[in-house]
């Protein structure tokens, strides 16, 4: 941390500047300019940097090393590559996740996961407690629908992914599901992240609607922290002043967290954009920025599905897009 003092402040302000810092457990480096100091605080301990920049004479306090550990690539230089049952995602491996907002029926996910299966998807997707903005909207078929996705996907050997919302559901989610989602209303819902920490299966951590790059890290970090080194880290769209689309899709996101973290960076182009014709463009597009892996909506009638039947694909529209994505990944040297 670099605490920046204000030009020509007194020799007494900056002593007591620097009693504060030892007194909280850093050494001070001290860099005298013509009419300016500088002083270094280095050391291991959390302090809130607005306590520094309250004392008299402090101009501006720069963070200077970063607040996550775990999720950072100076932790583990090499990608991390989850996984599932020999289904990779991460480090040049693209995942391909596809599936309904949520789980209807029986025959809904069977429909759905067989077209699916045939164009070549291992990982089925499907909401069973769905976080939606009215109480009065349908809230997922609870462990029912779990059930069918176990059953569904065991039938054409796939795996499963649904949204986890409370921590006392999660015994629950271990029995049925192979990677659980946290989805990104509950990002921050930091007692859930940290029973996560505890599992050993994947989190598919969302971004939140309004989060920062580095809160999403954070939030990775809580999962890691406790110990549950597989992260997959989902891009779906922020909210910003536009309102043609759900929401703003992040591409930029991507580069960005892969410098920074280790973990792999998939991206929800259905949630991003809310409307199925955007969804083959930000899924190329995504792809070509190197993302490690897409999470596609798809239903196998998106005219009568109880929800986000705007943004699913139809079936045949999705393996047409299957195709044209491993294209564009065969030209960037990497595999679905
Ligand atoms: C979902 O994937 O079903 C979902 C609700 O997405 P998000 O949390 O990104 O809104
Ligand atoms: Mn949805």
Redesign the pocket.
Known sequence: MLIVMQPRTSEDNIQKVIAFIKEKGFDAHVSNGENQTVIGAVGKKLIDKRDIELLAGVKEVIRISSPYKLVSRVFKPENTIIDVKGIKIGGGHIGMIAGP??VETYEQMDATAAKLSKAGVKVL?G?AF??RTSPYAFQGLGEEGLKIMREVADKYDMLVTS?VMEVNQIPMFLKYVDIL??????MQNFNLLKSLGEIRKPVLL??G?SATIEEWLMSAEYIMAGGNREVIL?E??IRTFEHIKRNTLDISAIPVVQKISHLPVVV?P??ATGLRDKVAPMSMASIAAGADGL?I?VHNSPETAIC?GAQSLYPEQFADLFNELKALANLLKRTF
């Open positions: 907002c949520t997707r909401g769905k976080p949204e989602q946290v989805g990104a209303r509950n969302k971004r609607l989902c779906r769209g929800d259905s949630h999470i909506e986000d």
